[in-house]
C-alpha cells in the first residue's frame, strides 16, 4: 500500500497489452436490452453492460484521438467518429508507466501511448438531470489510471450519481517540457499535455453527459493525490473556467510542494526546473538540445524507450521527475496564488487530508486551501479522515495516505488485506459516499442524500477552523492541530509561499 508519500520522496498517487480499442460490433451483452445499453455521443454509438449492481456501465469511451506519432507531445485533438455500434464493455489501454505500487496494476488493459479513454457509471441513459462526478485519479502523475477497481462508480451511481473516471498522460509523455515542442506552440510552452487531456475530458462531458442522464450544470471534479493536485490546477486553469461547479480535494493541492520534494521538480522551479529535466531527458534518448529536428526526433523514438529512459533519468520508478508546470498559459499560477490574484475558477470546495499523512504537505496546505478559498466567498469544508484497521499491521500504517478512497466510492475498507477492517467500515462508507454526493448535488454535504442521516458537517470558518472526522466517530470538532498548522504556516510564508 503506498504511505505518507513514500516518507520521503512523495507517493502520490505501471509494458505490454492487447486490449483492443477499436469498435466492436455486434449483439449485445447476454442478458442486457440494447434499448438500455445503448448511447449516441458525439462519436457514434456506444453499447454499455448492466453490471453485477444493475447499474449501466460504459468503459473504454474515447474523448480524444490517440495522441500517436505526430500527435506525442501536442494538445488533445478530437476522437474520431467511429461506424456502427461500438462495445464499451472493457477498458481502454492504460496510459504509458511503469509499475511502482503493488496496489496500482495497470498491465490488464495494457499500457499503450492510446489511452484517452473515461468510463461511465449512470443508472440509466437519456432522461435525467443527475449530479455528474468526474473522478481524477492519483499516483504521482506518472502512475495509476482510472480503471482502477478503487475507482468503481457502481455504489455511487445507485445512490444517485453519474460517475465518471478518466485516464490522462502520465509522466514524460503527459508533461514532458523542451525548447523544441514549446517552438512548435502558439503560445510558446510546452508540457502540461496530461492536464489539457483532463480539461478535453471535462469538455466530453459538457457536451455529452446529459445523454447519459447527467446534468451539465453540476459538475463536480474530485481526486486524490496527484489527482487531487489536478483538481486544485483546474480551479487555476482559465481553459477549465465553466466546466465544472464544484471541487472536492483529497490529499493534495498545489500547495506546500516547493520545499517538500527533496528531489526538486517542477513545483520547485517552475519552467526552468521542468526544461532542464526534459533536456536531460532528451540528451539520454540521443537528442542533443541544439539539434534543429529535435521534435520530429524524439517523437520518432519508441514508447517504451521513451518511458524506461525517463524513469532512470528518475533514479525510479516512483521518483517524481515530470509533473504540471507553471506555464503561464494552461497553468499560469499556482492554486493558491490564482485564488488570491481573483484569476481562479473559484467554486465550493471539499478539502481535506488523513490523519497520519505528512502534515507539511497535506494538512496544513489543506486548511489553507480552505481558507483562501472562503476568503473569496465561496463554501469550503474541511475534514480530516481517521479510520485505521484494528489488526497490528494496520494500526502501524495507520491512517496513511489514499486510505479513503474505496470509502468515498461507497465500497467498506481498501481492497488490500493490508489495510485490515474495522466493525465501523460500512457505516464511514455509507456516510462519506452520502457527503460526497449531497456535495456533488446541492455543494453542501448536508443535503440529500446525507440530511438526517448523517451528523452536521460545519462550513469552514477561520476563527474555528472546524472540520468533520471522519473515522471511528464521524464528529464535528475545531481547531484542527491549530498550533501545529500555524507554525507550518507562518514557515512557509518565510519561505515565500503564499498562505493567508
Given amino acids: 500500500m503506498r504511505t505518507s508519500w513514500r516518507h520521503a520522496s512523495i507517493a502520490?498517487?505501471?509494458?505490454?497489452?492487447?486490449?483492443?480499442?477499436?469498435?466492436?460490433s455486434g449483439a449485445p451483452s447476454s442478458g442486457t436490452a440494447a434499448s438500455q445499453s445503448r448511447v449516441t455521443v458525439d462519436g457514434g454509438i456506444l453499447e454499455g453492460r448492466v453490471d453485477t449492481s444493475g447499474v449501466l456501465v460504459f468503459k473504454g469511451i474515447p474523448y480524444a484521438a490517440p495522441p500517436v506519432g505526430d500527435l506525442r507531445w501536442r494538445p488533445p485533438q478530437p476522437a474520431q467518429r467511429w461506424n456502427g455500434v461500438r462495445s464499451a464493455d472493457r477498458l481502454g489501454h492504460n496510459c504509458m508507466q511503469a509499475r511502482p505500487y503493488d496496489d496500482i496494476d495497470p498491465y490488464a488493459a495494457g499500457i499503450s501511448e492510446d489511452c484517452l479513454y473515461l468510463n461511465v457509471w449512470t443508472q440509466?441513459?437519456?432522461?435525467?438531470?443527475?449530479?455528474?462526478?468526474?473522478?481524477?485519479?492519483g499516483g504521482g502523475f506518472f502512475a495509476g489510471f482510472g480503471g482502477e477497481e478503487r475507482?468503481?462508480?457502481?455504489?455511487?451511481?445507485?445512490?444517485?450519481?453519474?460517475?465518471?473516471?478518466?485516464?490522462?498522460?502520465?509522466?514524460?509523455?503527459?508533461?514532458?517540457?523542451?525548447?523544441?515542442?514549446?517552438?512548435?506552440?502558439?503560445?510558446h510552452v510546452s508540457g502540461n499535455y496530461g492536464l489539457l487531456d483532463q480539461i478535453a475530458a471535462l469538455q466530453w462531458v459538457q457536451r455529452n453527459i446529459a445523454r447519459f442522464g447527467g446534468d451539465a450544470s453540476r459538475v463536480t471534479i474530485f481526486g486524490e493525490s496527484a489527482g487531487s493536485i489536478s483538481v486544485a490546477a483546474l480551479i487555476?486553469?482559465?481553459?477549465?473556467?465553466?466546466?465544472?461547479?464544484?471541487?472536492?480535494?483529497?490529499?493534495?493541492?498545489t500547495m506546500g510542494l516547493t520545499h517538500a520534494i527533496p528531489a526538486g521538480?517542477?513545483?520547485?522551479?517552475?519552467?526552468?526546473?521542468?526544461?532542464?529535466?526534459?533536456?536531460?531527458?532528451a540528451a539520454a534518448l540521443g537528442v542533443p538540445a541544439a539539434d534543429?529536428?529535435?521534435?520530429?526526433?524524439?517523437?520518432?523514438?519508441?514508447?517504451?524507450?521513451?518511458?524506461?529512459?525517463?524513469v532512470r533519468q528518475a533514479g525510479g520508478a516512483s521518483n517524481v521527475l515530470h509533473w504540471p508546470i507553471v506555464d503561464g498559459y494552461v497553468f499560469p499560477n499556482p492554486a493558491d496564488s490564482a485564488i488570491v490574484l481573483g484569476a481562479a475558477n473559484v467554486v465550493p470546495v471539499i478539502v481535506g487530508s488523513n490523519a497520519d499523512e505528512s502534515?507539511?504537505?497535506?494538512?496544513?496546505?489543506?486548511?489553507?486551501?480552505?481558507?483562501?478559498?472562503?476568503?473569496?466567498?465561496?463554501?469550503?469544508?474541511?475534514?480530516?479522515?481517521?479510520?485505521?484497521?484494528?489488526?497490528?499491521?494496520?494500526?502501524?500504517?495507520?491512517?496513511?495516505?489514499?486510505?479513503?478512497?474505496t470509502f468515498v466510492f461507497g465500497r467498506p475498507r481498501p481492497l488490500q488485506a493490508s489495510a485490515g477492517r474495522t466493525s465501523y467500515d460500512a457505516t464511514l462508507a455509507d456516510a462519506m459516499s452520502d457527503y460526497w454526493l449531497a456535495f456533488a448535488t446541492n455543494a453542501d454535504p448536508n443535503g440529500a442524500p446525507a440530511a438526517g442521516r448523517w451528523p452536521l458537517w460545519p462550513a469552514y470558518d477561520p476563527v474555528t477552523d472546524a472540520y468533520l472526522e471522519l473515522g471511528p466517530q464521524i464528529v464535528a470538532r475545531r481547531d484542527l492541530r491549530r498550533a501545529l498548522y500555524d507554525s507550518l504556516d507562518t514557515a512557509a510564508r518565510a519561505r515565500g509561499e503564499v498562505r493567508p
Fill in 265 to 281: 521538480g517542477p513545483f520547485a522551479g517552475g519552467r526552468d526546473t521542468a526544461v532542464a529535466a526534459g533536456l536531460r531527458v
Fill in 292 to 310: 534543429a529536428n529535435a521534435a520530429a526526433r524524439l517523437r520518432a523514438v519508441k514508447a517504451d524507450s521513451v518511458l524506461a529512459t525517463s
Fill in 151 to 187: 475507482h468503481n462508480g457502481a455504489r455511487l451511481a445507485q445512490k444517485g450519481a453519474v460517475v465518471v473516471t478518466l485516464n490522462y498522460r502520465l509522466g514524460v509523455f503527459g508533461f514532458l517540457a523542451h525548447p523544441a515542442l514549446a517552438a512548435e506552440s502558439p503560445r
Fill in 359 to 405: 502534515q507539511q504537505v497535506f494538512g496544513a496546505p489543506s486548511r489553507a486551501f480552505a481558507r483562501l478559498i472562503t476568503a473569496r466567498g465561496a463554501r469550503a469544508y474541511l475534514y480530516q479522515f481517521t479510520r485505521v484497521g484494528d489488526d497490528s499491521a494496520s494500526r502501524r500504517a495507520g491512517a496513511y495516505h489514499s486510505a479513503e478512497i
Fill in 12 to 24: 502520490l498517487v505501471a509494458l505490454t497489452g492487447c486490449a483492443t480499442s477499436q469498435p466492436r
Fill in 124 to 137: 440509466s441513459v437519456g432522461a435525467g438531470r443527475r449530479p455528474v462526478m468526474v473522478w481524477i485519479h
Fill in 236 to 253: 487555476a486553469s482559465p481553459l477549465a473556467k465553466d466546466l465544472f461547479h464544484r471541487a472536492i480535494l483529497e490529499s493534495g493541492t
